[in-house]
């Protein structure tokens, strides 16, 4: 079981930056592949960003592309979003999900909520006009 806990959501102003953290429990984060998803009130959950358990593969939506960046610290068991650039249609409550240990990611279905088998709390993030 993993468990992820989600920060750094805030408010702030279009054009400015946040970087969301997700710390997950247990000794097996390395293995897991992370992915981040936003919800923004009444629309459906949509994918963010995702990065394969050994790193060196990264995805991210069409809508953050070139303004976000997906990292992890497996020493620390964290994954980060890093966000630049924020838009007010950015606003929305950010997600963190693991999926099963060693999980071959790929571009069509890291994307997927179905991937993942552990999902946090969220964490809100607000940017205003």
């Known amino acids: 079981q993993v468990q992820l806990v989600e920060s750094g959501g805030g408010l702030v102003q279009a054009g400015g930056s946040l970087r969301l953290s997700c710390a997950a429990s247990?000794?097996?984060?390395?293995?897991?592949?992370m992915g981040w998803f936003r919800q923004a009130p009444g629309k459906e959950r949509e994918f963010v960003s995702a990065i394969s358990w050994s790193g060196s593969s990264t995805y991210y939506a069409d809508s953050v592309k070139g303004r976000f960046t997906i990292s992890r610290d497996n020493a620390k068991n964290t994954v980060y979003l890093q966000m630049n650039s924020l838009k007010p249609e950015d606003t929305a409550v950010y997600y963190c999900?693991?999926?099963?240990?060693?999980?071959?990611?790929?571009?069509?279905?890291?994307?997927?909520?179905?991937?993942?088998?552990?999902w946090g709390q969220g964490t809100q993030v607000t940017v205003s006009s």
């Open positions: 999900a693991a999926s099963t240990p060693f999980r071959r990611t790929a571009v069509d279905t890291a994307n997927r909520q179905g991937f993942y088998a552990y």
């Open positions: 247990g000794r097996t984060f390395s293995s897991h592949a």
